[in-house]
């Protein structure tokens, strides 16, 4: 009985001394950091552990209006659950709009220990509902400076805890208070939508800008989208800029009060003389007028703001994806004298980059400085060279600035962006020498969070990496467009070609979301006898749309005809892209009957189950449109076929049960309808490299013929130009599906070619700094150089670099990296690879060694996940320094041991 009760004490104790072994990190509502204002709340944490195999079994939050979170608002009580992503509050939870609200979590481990709370993190909740301002603008007139608007309030009724202000300003705006721009780094803000249908704001804490008493907000507005009455033929235009602000002050006795633009707000002439987002802003300093935005100022002589005419959108709605942010200033590499008339100077910046040019100097008042951007410049005179930057289309990008004789002087563009790394300057109304401080640039981009990284042996495979990044980012300016010099368009078909890559180098959850509302509001419209593509770009017919069947393009009011289907896919692809790497579930809920619909009218155009619409595999290496040996009817069917198989999982999910019976049966269908129709048995060939590379990845070939499918390609290659030929579909798969199935030394070779006909001859060669429309596999390059020299759809191979050089990718049965696949493709041809991706759930990371045939891998796996590691058989594998001792699963016919949480030493040899 003694060792009884003794036993019983032990137990009691070590149950008292046990310590949770996971506690909830990195907290985040709707994957924003205490975001300023958010509409449909959603909860998100990592978790953090010492231990391996950590794990959350439930989880508890409390959501308060006090800093230390009382929990007044809700409290969850105990949740048994796993889910740490996107919690959403249940119905009933009423959040007031405008209001700062609290919350905090903690969570139970295996054990059923639980952690300590969390610190409270904060959001405010949107004012999506509480617009009590009204739209105002000017005076229209046609061709006069862009407006500066203000209005000075008195607030001096009490101590003031909070002040927020809310603003929209059409096309793009400003912020100014008290004489201070509000956050001077911001660029055409907000973001571009459809303005008939919804437009977006931002939100700027004041509270440490204030005054007791009198305060002036102040707004500079420019043209943005909204008033893009220049380029392709002025129909681009909704209406003069108009504008939208509203001004929360929370008192500290708890009483709220709003002020907002009305016709009593004033305006008058700014110095922004010319504002376009293709051609540039020129501004005019001697135009300045000091003090215009401070309490004290005497705006007795401007005019009175008027109600808005124009487009008015339907719909106001915060902006939840990051702001254009313009970075540090980056000085030229070299500046040489133009050959021009004039003082004439070229600034070459090193690499081709989105960016805004900074004018900054102690020049004479009057003088006038103008720039213009190119990609490139003409290597036998230095002179710039703008025919990849689509002038004939859209204009010079071109900005001015004219010096008010102040002293030093700076200034920078913020309603434009250029693509460029050559800058011409023009002087004019002055001989004096520029320097290398004169023009310098500012990198601009959305500011999406980087969360991968790579490194491996192989420099010219680290070169693709750092081209693709560079390219990505250079697209992303509130929406992703094919090009940031020439068109700035969201193109449907080149976004799904490369966005699997761009998910793993950046947190792009909040970017995606925002664009697929994007389509959602551009394809909200019926239409009779309106334009369809047939082949390519160029051969079109005529017949109805139906509401939800998106353009080729979105937003704006360029949409180039109805999507053709190998351009409409990224309606389904992109939600399920989003669910596979972060985890985002609630996306396929969202848009479900969207992308339903679409699956349902391609199979309703669909020939005995075959696609013939398309513009097919997008700017091939080498090969023409016509005569690509996949032509369009096998890569829309593909895509068919890829969506259909995308509905099944998508409608298991969410239990569309009757869906599901009609996606399946349609899957099979058109499975061997594609098989019957384009499958050579004897060449064990659909056709070209894209064809087959499409049919590995849809599992048509015979599972013992997937070696004589890579076989196919490799003599396509071998007996076309020696090099990789496929267009920007081809590009994204080609050397995933080569290196998964049996031929990754070939991959590596044709990754890692020098010479003509290669990745070398455009890194070594040419010197690319970004990915071109068109590739230039030739050493000269000339014949694709008419192109855009950034265009992230070829990007696509990014994706090989992280999931099959570094072997590191998210499992679609276990989504947004909860359990991660560790594969690695190349270990016997790279001497190491490395990379790590910083998930929704934590740090995933991976690096691998090849010692003289022995394989030294370290993975790291978060708490709350697990991993899938993939080790040869027949290998003896120690981890830690002993035996191997987990489980095993099959995936795919290939068996993988199942690691939980944890950071792990692996030696295969």
């Known amino acids: 009985m003694k060792k009884f009760f003794t036993a019983i004490l032990l137990f009691a104790f070590f149950i008292a001394e046990a310590k949770p072994t996971v506690a909830p990190v990195s907290l985040t509502c709707n994957d924003m950091t205490d975001p300023l204002c958010v509409s449909n709340v959603k909860f998100s944490w990592k978790l953090s552990s010492s231990v391996d195999a950590a794990c959350q079994t439930a989880y508890e939050i409390w959501l308060g209006t006090t800093p230390g979170c009382n929990g007044n608002v809700w409290k969850s009580g105990k949740v048994v659950s796993d889910d740490q992503l996107d919690i959403a509050l249940p119905e009933g939870v009423a959040l007031q ?108 804490d004041v509270t440490s800008l204030l005054n007791n008493g009198k305060n002036c907000i102040g707004v500079l507005l420019g043209a943005g989208w909204y008033n893009q009455d220049t380029v392709w033929g002025g129909g681009m235009n909704y209406g003069m800029p108009i504008l939208r602000c509203q001004l929360r002050l929370e008192y500290a006795n708890g009483k709220v009060e709003m002020l907002g633009t009305d016709t009593t707000w004033k305006w008058a002439d700014s110095p922004l003389v010319k504002s376009n987002v293709y051609q540039g802003d020129e501004y005019d300093a001697t135009r300045e007028i000091q003090g215009w935005c401070t309490a004290s100022f005497d705006d007795s002589g401007w005019a009175d703001a008027v109600k808005a005419e124009g487009v008015r959108p339907a719909v106001m709605v915060a902006q939840e994806l990051p702001p254009m942010i313009a970075g540090q200033p980056q000085k030229a590499l070299r500046m040489w004298k133009s050959s021009k008339e004039g003082n004439v100077w070229v600034y070459d910046f090193g690499t081709n980059l989105t960016s805004e040019v900074i004018f900054s100097g102690d020049f004479g008042k009057g003088v006038r400085l103008q720039t213009r951007g190119s990609e490139e410049i003409f290597p036998e005179t230095g002179e710039i060279d703008i025919s990849s930057t689509g002038f004939e289309h859209v204009g010079y990008q071109q900005d001015a600035y004219t010096f008010a004789g102040t002293g030093n002087e700076s200034w920078m563009p913020k309603f434009t962006y250029h693509g460029m790394r050559y800058v011409e300057l023009s002087i004019e109304g002055s001989d004096a020498e520029p320097s290398l401080e004169t023009i310098t640039r500012a990198p601009v981009h959305t500011a999406v969070t980087p969360i991968g990284t790579f490194e491996c042996a192989n420099d010219q495979i680290n070169t693709l990496h750092e081209l693709a990044q560079r390219t990505f980012l250079n697209s992303f300016v509130g929406l992703p467009v094919d090009c940031n010099q020439r068109e700035k368009c969201g193109w449907l078909g080149d976004t799904h070609a490369y966005d699997r890559a761009a998910d793993m180098s950046f947190q792009m959850n909040n970017f995606w979301v925002k664009y697929l509302e994007d389509i959602r509001t551009s394809s909200d419209v019926t239409l009779e006898n309106t334009l369809h593509h047939q082949f390519y770009n160029y051969r079109f017919y005529y017949a109805d749309k139906e509401a939800g069947i998106p353009f080729m393009i979105a937003p704006g009011k360029r949409l180039c005809g109805v999507a053709s289907p190998d351009w409409g896919t990224a309606v389904v692809q992109l939600p399920w892209h989003l669910y596979v790497y972060y985890g985002n579930k609630d996306i396929l809920e969202d848009y479900y009957d969207m992308m339903s619909l679409w699956v349902r009218h391609i199979a309703e155009t669909a020939i005995d189950g075959i696609v013939y619409q398309g513009l097919g595999d997008w700017c091939p290496t080498f090969s023409s449109h016509e005569h690509n040996n996949s032509p369009v009817e096998v890569t829309s069917t593909a895509f068919h076929l890829i969506d259909l198989g995308i509905m099944v999982k998508v409608a298991t999910l969410l239990g569309r049960d009757e ?220 981890v830690d320094g002993e035996p191997i001792g987990f489980p095993t699963r099959t995936i795919g016919g290939e068996s993988y041991y199942v690691f939980p949480s944890g950071s792990y030493h692996i030696v295969s040899e």
């Not at 409270?120 to 009204?134: G, L, M, V, Y």
């Not at 061709?143 to 059409?170: E, M, Q």
Request: proline content about 4%; hydrophobic content about 35%; glycine content about 10%.
């Open 97 to 204: 709009d405008g209001r700062l609200y609290y919350w905090k979590v903690r969570v139970w481990d295996k054990n059923d220990q639980v952690s300590a709370w969390t610190k409270p993190s904060r959001f405010t909740k949107s004012i999506d509902n509480s617009w009590e301002a009204e739209w105002i603008g000017t005076v229209s007139a046609e061709k006069r400076p862009f407006p500066y608007f203000r209005k000075t309030y008195d607030i001096s009724k009490g101590k003031v805890s909070r002040a927020v202000v809310y603003l929209c300003g059409l096309g793009c705006s400003e912020l100014f208070f008290n004489g201070k721009s509000v956050e001077p780094e911001r660029v055409l803000d907000p973001a571009q939508t459809d303005y008939d249908k919804r437009a977006l704001y931002s939100a700027f």
């Open 659 to 878: 869906d599901l019976k009609w996606f399946r049966q349609q899957e099979e269908y058109v499975r061997k309808a594609m098989i019957g129709r384009f499958f050579n048995p004897v060449q064990c060939t659909f056709g070209g490299q894209t064809a087959d590379a499409m049919a590995l990845e849809l599992g048509l070939f015979p599972e013992d013929r997937k070696k004589e499918a890579t076989e196919s390609i490799l003599y396509n290659i071998r007996t076309g130009h020696g090099f990789i030929d496929v267009g920007v579909f081809g590009m994204s798969r080609i050397g995933s599906e080569l290196s998964r199935n049996g031929a990754a030394e070939s991959a590596y070779k044709l990754f890692t070619k020098k010479g003509e006909d290669s990745f070398g001859a455009m890194i070594d060669s040419i010197g690319v700094t970004t990915l071109w429309e068109s590739l230039p596999m030739k050493a000269d390059g000339l014949s694709k150089s008419h192109g855009s020299h950034n265009h992230p759809m070829q990007g696509g191979y990014d994706s090989w670099i992280y999931e099959d050089v570094a072997g590191l990718r998210p499992f679609a049965d276990s989504p947004g990296f909860k359990t991660v696949i560790f594969h690695p493709q190349h270990t016997s041809q790279l001497e190491w690879a490395k990379a790590s991706v910083d998930t929704r759930y934590g740090l995933v990371s991976t690096d691998w060694r090849n010692e003289g045939g022995r394989l030294v891998w370290d993975i790291v796996i978060p708490a709350g996940s697990d991993g899938l590691v993939y080790i040869p058989e027949g290998k003896k594998v120690t």
